[in-house]
């Protein structure tokens, strides 16, 4: 079982980029699903949320306005798509699936992790 998140890259401020993350060797349908964010010397912090339908989305405030969370059940992957993106959202990125249908911000929710994908924002 694994998350494979990818889309990660080096872009400047103000742009764009969409995070990707597959899940392999089973499925997560009908598991909530997030994502997270650690930046160099911070905690990891969460960033979005969707439930296993596709609502109950939710968004870190930081975040907020400019990242859409999505998913596609079918093809078992979820996307981050990331808008004006600023100097501050550089971070490695992780997608995780709860243990609940429903997401949440608490990390404590969350049983599988990816690998990261790390974003570089340069202003």
């Known amino acids: 079982v694994q998350l494979q998140a990818s889309g990660g890259g080096l872009v400047h401020s103000g742009g764009s980029l969409r995070l990707s993350c597959v899940a392999s060797g089973r499925t997560f349908s009908n598991n909530g699903m997030g994502w997270f964010r650690q930046a160099p010397g911070k905690e990891r912090e969460f960033v979005a949320t969707?439930?296993?339908?596709?609502?109950?989305?939710y968004y870190a405030d930081s975040v907020k306005g400019r990242f859409i969370i999505s998913r596609d059940r079918a093809k078992n992957t979820i996307y981050l798509q990331m808008n004006s993106l600023k100097a501050e959202d550089t971070a490695v990125y992780y997608c995780a699936a709860s243990r609940y249908a429903v997401g949440g911000s608490e990390q404590g929710n969350y049983v599988k992790w990816g690998q990261g994908t790390q974003v570089t924002v340069s202003s």
């Open positions: 969707i439930g296993w339908n596709g609502g109950n989305i």
